[in-house]
Nanobody, 128 residues
Framework: QVQLVESGGGPVQAGGSLRLACAAS????????IGWFRQAPGKEREGVAS????????YYADSVKGRFTIFLDSARRTLYLQMNSLKPEDTALYYC?????????????????????WGQGTQVTVSS
């Protein structure tokens, strides 16, 4: 059974940095698309970034491009999201999600409907 557990959220001032982690277990063949999503109060869940476990193809939402970096430690089966230059509008509950098939980049690779497995989320609060 696939399990995803996020950590690393918390309060931070605007301009600061945080690194989120997602510990993954239960995958079988290592060909997985894994991503980060976020949901602010009153808003729909939106894709932030994704990465394919073979080859490392990544895709970022325009709102975070150049500030956030997604990367995967395959040996530890842990996904990370390095968030720099944080803004108050980055405040949200951040989720890790995974799908046991390839993602090819593009907007489809950060579409919530593409992913079958979800973590419980970790809160990020950016104050101005």
């Amino acid at each position: 059974q696939v399990q995803l557990v996020e950590s690393g959220g918390g309060p931070v001032q605007a301009g600061g940095s945080l690194r989120l982690a997602c510990a993954a277990s239960g995958f079988t063949d290592g060909r997985d698309c894994i991503g980060w999503f976020r949901q602010a109060p009153g808003k729909e869940r939106e894709g932030v970034a994704s990465i394919y476990s073979i080859g490392g193809t990544t895709y970022y939402a325009d709102s975070v491009k150049g500030r956030f970096t997604i990367f995967l430690d395959s040996a530890r089966r842990t996904l990370y999201l390095q968030m720099n230059s944080l803004k108050p509008e980055d405040t949200a509950l951040y989720y890790c999600a995974a799908e046991t098939r390839r993602c090819y980049g593009g907007r489809g690779s950060i579409a919530p409907g593409f992913f079958s497995h979800w973590g419980q989320g970790t809160q990020v609060t950016v104050s101005s």
